[in-house]
């Protein structure tokens, strides 16, 4: 493949499914015969607090963290965490966010001031025009389990014809890593991501 | 069941492998057979990798040690057994076992001995960011860190045939993201070795007292010596010279380990790898003499790149002051990159411009930057630890005083957060009881001092500091959070469960035993529910108002341990529910409690429990002081 290198950035809360999407995207790159590096959240961090993943492939990758400015795709599972990792994106990244926010307990015990949906947008916004809000929760609740809003997500990157990874080395990826009694509503999850995907490609700048 | 991919014996495969999958990848190829460690972030995904193989590679003999210390010694005695062993354990880890490793470096190894030593630049799970390429050069003993986990799997498998050449222990270090990311691993062969296994009757050689170790250092000095000569052909290291200049300059680096991959992004990114030269370390202790010198000929400035210590740099400049070429090499290191966390890629990035006269400018940062105030890791939903501390904290009101309570490492040292701030003291593994004893000395009878600590790191090191409390008469309450697992770093299996980590069954051994068995009397043990709040702060009570060495066990399984066991067999926990009508939103369950299914409604001014993240354990409906919380029948 004559891709120098493609980065993914995954952000979250621990729990939420960063780890298990990652292990997706990289066996989909590996079997797309690319060069593969992560960089992930493990241990301590995962007790519920910000976890950002880290994907990059083709063939001039080596380190596994990507510079800033440099990610081409963010997807943020809990949609402050995307404006947290900011530093990441550049005028031409695509932010896919799920609309839900989820305010840390800390947050709310000091009753501090937390941003809603409208201010990262237009925060976000500043720095890229491709700013997409989804909304993932319902989605994956609709598809039958909210742990499959990972892979929801995945299925609107693809959507979006903006992975240079086939949609059915994915589907082989997404079969190795979930659970057998899971699969049909990952299935269902990622076919619904997919046409959600084709519903803001035309969008993309 | 099929074999995971990180066990299939089809050398050439083409897989993804996480950092630490690919080191126990590595050992398996190396045809090792006893494993030995103790759970710590980054470290512990190598020993639970091996016990994931054991099904398919039942010669493997490998355990969860009780500590390091211990955990080194297991190995070492496979080693003295010509037994391929490996000791695995995060750098702090190391700490603990260096009493036996200082002195095992004499006697070097006889069957190949590695100890992996994670560190973890930036704290991202540790205490300290301790920098253990020092070991190294303290043991006299070399030390490799690989770059990749391609490096990783192919280095340690290396390092198995390296030691039994040189009779050598040798340092296998890592740093967190090199455990803990993935790359593609093209998979080798699964060595067979053929060899008799037997202890070795040599005592001038395993028995360490001073007319033996007189001659054993001087038998460690020369291996040192003959490693050092072999540093130059080193398979590992690699040395590129480039006679291209860049910007006028001849420009040399040196780097290993996760540094070096960022480098070559960062050279990469700039379209001059070519240009410049390279040394590239797969052992960075001794250093390869002759690759220096060639390197020193052929540039006019060198920059060494690695994360915490000048190590390497402080090591190349004594070469190059022994070369006598102090003054005509420019040796830059620490004063370009600091001493302190990982290095983010944009700081390559900036110091390679900044050095070759080359752009480079960060994305300009948007006007207003929207704060988002910090998401810290926080105890679960249904955590017992979070029971116990606000037991703790409603005995400490009631009796209208200060605890000092020093504590330990694991999963509860987060209750040192707001709303518990539970905890004063956290420095090592098993430090908590330790700390105790001296603070007990000093601290009036006003100020109760307790040690709480989790049941793996009492197990770990809190029992010398038990029997210490109880021989010496030093007055303290010892809280043991017994939640039956080490959870923080992946729910591994200890003494208490008595399960191996083959998931075999061992011997269990009973805390309680254990406890009296230090000098405790049954008067001053007390083993309670921690998620039962009115019966724990009653029992604590008793416990704080005792006299002497005291032991309180608060136990109750992990929550995500037990809502797994609940999935398992198809229990369905209690539903527990806030009846808005008795709530007057006085805010204890949120701003005192703190569990992070229960959430405040600012429009009803009601607090509200999250059906789907609740774990029924039941507790806040004690906390509630208004009787609202209750359980649906």
Known sequence: MDLKSFNILMVGIGGQGVIRAIQILTWAALLDNYKVRTAETHGMAQRGGSVSSFLRFGYEVEGPLIPSGNSQIIIALEASEAARYFRYANSNTIFLINNKIIVPPTVQLLNMEYPDLNSIGSFLKQISTNVFFIKGHEEALKAGDLRSLNVYMIGVLVGSSQLPIKQKTLENSIRRFIPRKAQEINKIAFNNGIEKGKLIKGDIK | ?633
């Open chain 2, 1 to 633: 069941m099929s074999l995971p991919h990180f066990a299939v014996s089809n050398p050439g495969s083409h897989v993804i492998l996480l950092g630490n999958e690919a080191i126990a990848r590595g050992i398996l190829e190396a045809g090792v057979i006893i494993g030995a460690g103790y759970p710590g972030t980054p470290s512990s995904e190598i020993l639970s990798t091996l016990a994931e193989m054991y099904p398919y590679f039942s010669h493997l003999k490998i355990e969860w040690s009780i500590n390091e210390k211990v955990a080194f010694e297991v190995a070492y005695g496979g080693s003295m057994s010509n037994v391929r062993s490996i000791a695995v354990m995060k750098h702090v880890g190391l700490n603990v076992a260096s009493d036996a490793f200082m002195t095992a470096a004499y006697a070097g190894a006889r069957g190949g001995m590695v100890v992996v030593s994670a560190d973890d630049p930036n704290c991202y799970s540790s205490q300290n960011e301790q920098d253990n390429r020092y070991y190294g050069l303290h043991a006299l003993v070399p030390v490799f860190e690989p770059a990749t986990p391609q490096e990783a799997k192919d280095l340690i498998k290396y390092a198995f045939d390296f030691s039994e050449r040189f009779q050598t222990l040798v340092i296998f270090r890592t740093t967190t993201r090199l455990n803990h990311g993935r790359g593609d691993v093209v998979l080798g062969e699964i060595k067979n070795i053929n060899r008799e296994y037997g202890f070795d009757w040599d005592r001038s050689r395993w028995v360490c007292l001073p007319s033996h170790s007189r001659i054993l250092r001087l038998r460690l000095l020369e291996r040192l010596k003959e490693i050092s000569d072999f540093a130059d052909n080193f398979p590992f290291n690699s040395l590129q010279i480039s006679k291209k200049k860049v910007n006028g300059k001849k420009i040399g680096f040196i780097s290993a380990g996760v540094p070096y991959s960022h480098l070559i992004d960062a050279l990469n990114h700039f379209g001059i790898k070519d240009d410049v030269s390279i040394l590239k370390l797969g052992m960075v202790y001794p250093l390869p003499k002759n690759l220096l010198k060639k390197l020193f000929s052929s540039v006019d400035k060198i920059l060494v790149i690695e994360e915490l210590e000048p190590f390497i740099e402080n090591i190349v400049k004594q070469i190059a002051y022994e070369e006598g070429l102090s003054k005509e090499i420019e040796i830059h290191g620490k004063d370009m990159f600091p001493q302190n966390g990982e290095f983010l890629p944009e700081l390559y990035l900036e110091n390679l411009a900044d050095i070759m006269d080359l752009e480079y400018s960060r994305i300009p940062v948007p006007n207003d930057i929207i704060i988002i105030p910090p998401r810290l890791p926080i105890l679960c939903s249904g955590c017992s630890h979070r029971a116990s501390f606000y037991a703790i904290k409603q005995v400490e009101k009631k009796l209208k005083t200060k605890f000092v309570n020093s504590s330990d490492i694991g999963c509860y040292t987060l209750a040192v957060y707001k709303p518990l701030e539970g905890l004063d003291t956290e420095v090592c593994m098993g430090g908590s009881i330790g700390l105790a004893n001296g603070i007990s000395k000093i601290q009036s009878n006003e100020n109760p001092v307790l040690a709480i600590l989790g049941d793996s790191t009492f197990f770990h090191s809190g029992i010398p500091a038990l029997i210490n409390a109880v021989y010496n008469q030093n007055n303290i309450l010892v809280v043991i959070l017994d939640n039956r697992s080490t959870s923080m770093t992946g729910f591994q299996d200890n003494p208490e469960t008595g399960i191996k980590i083959t998931k075999e069954v061992g011997t269990k051994v009973n805390i309680e035993d254990l406890v009296k068995g230090c000098g405790v009397s049954s008067e001053n043990l007390w083993v309670e529910d921690s998620n039962n709040l009115k019966n724990m702060i009653d029992k604590l009570e008793e416990a704080v108002k005792a006299k002497g060495v005291r032991v309180f066990i608060s136990r109750h399984t992990c929550s995500l341990v037990e809502s797994n066991e609940f999935k398992s067999k198809e229990i369905v926990p209690p539903i527990v529910k806030v009846d808005s009508e008795k709530c007057i939103g006085c805010l204890i369950c949120v701003n005192k409690f703190g569990c992070p299914s229960i959430i405040f409604d600012q429009k009803e001014k009601k607090a509200k429990i999250e059906q789907d993240t609740c774990r029924g354990c039941k507790v806040c409906i004690d906390v509630c002081i208004h009787d609202a919380i209750y359980e649906e029948e």
